[in-house]
């Protein structure tokens, strides 16, 4: 079973940061928040995954909370191409071969010009 | 980061054939794929994952025997569904992992299948 609640759907203006939260509030110590996106008929693609410290890549930036209970994916410069839907996983960093990733129903985002 | 392909990306057979859908990590070794099937505006449910070399290990629910999957060498595993009926129309998306990182975990395009 999915482990996260996301809205279901946001909208975001172009050029605009968009927001996307997450909570996880029983998230154990070893597991690690993923997050991923689906633009529409494509297969998801990997974006940034965290474990307690806020972590930032060329597509966004990923901040958790002290507690580790919620996290937020922030895409900064919102453009036409991220609208998708986002999934954010908890997985845990078990034994290699027989972890796996679970998703949830996602947030659908919609940037709008 | 690393490419996963399928092939074909789209099918469409009768009721009662077979079709083998095919996943190939193109620029490194997968030790584990992932299997998942996706419906019309739900999200991926992950139908089995396999080894290199081992059985696939199937979620609940998921019929082994309809759903074949072999994962030959590192960069090869197939799906193939056995006696295909309307009902098993779905995107069916693969996944791979390697040994080169363990974080991340790249998808193929999908697989568009559709039973007549």
């Known amino acids: 079973d999915a482990k996260t609640t996301q809205p279901t759907s946001m909208d975001c203006a172009e050029g605009r940061a968009a927001n996307l939260p997450c909570n996880h509030s029983t998230i154990s110590g070893n597991e690690y928040v993923y997050w991923y996106r689906q633009i529409h008929s494509q297969g998801p693609q990997y974006i940034i995954h965290?474990?307690?410290n806020n972590e930032t890549n060329e597509m966004a930036s990923l901040i958790i909370t002290e507690d580790r209970k919620s996290s937020t994916l922030i895409l900064p410069h919102a453009t036409l191409r991220d609208t998708a839907v986002y999934y954010c996983i908890v997985r845990a960093r078990e034994a290699y071969n027989t972890d796996k990733l679970i998703f949830g129903t996602g947030t659908r985002l919609q940037v709008f010009p | 980061g690393a490419v996963v392909s399928q092939h074909p990306s789209r099918v469409i057979c009768k009721s009662g054939t077979s079709v083998k859908i095919e996943c190939r990590s193109l620029?490194?070794?997968?030790?584990?794929m992932f299997w998942y099937r996706q419906f019309p505006k739900k999200s991926l449910m992950l139908m089995a994952t396999s080894n290199e070399g081992s059985k696939a290990t199937y979620e609940q629910g998921v019929e082994k025997d309809k759903f074949l999957i072999n994962h030959a060498s590192l960069t090869l595993s197939t799906l193939t569904v056995t006696s295909a009926h309307p009902e098993d129309s779905s995107f069916y998306i693969c996944s791979a992992r390697g040994v080169m990182g363990y974080n991340e975990q790249f998808f193929g395009p999908g697989t568009r299948l559709t039973v007549l």
């Open positions: 965290g474990l307690k």
């Open positions: 620029d490194f070794q997968a030790t584990t």
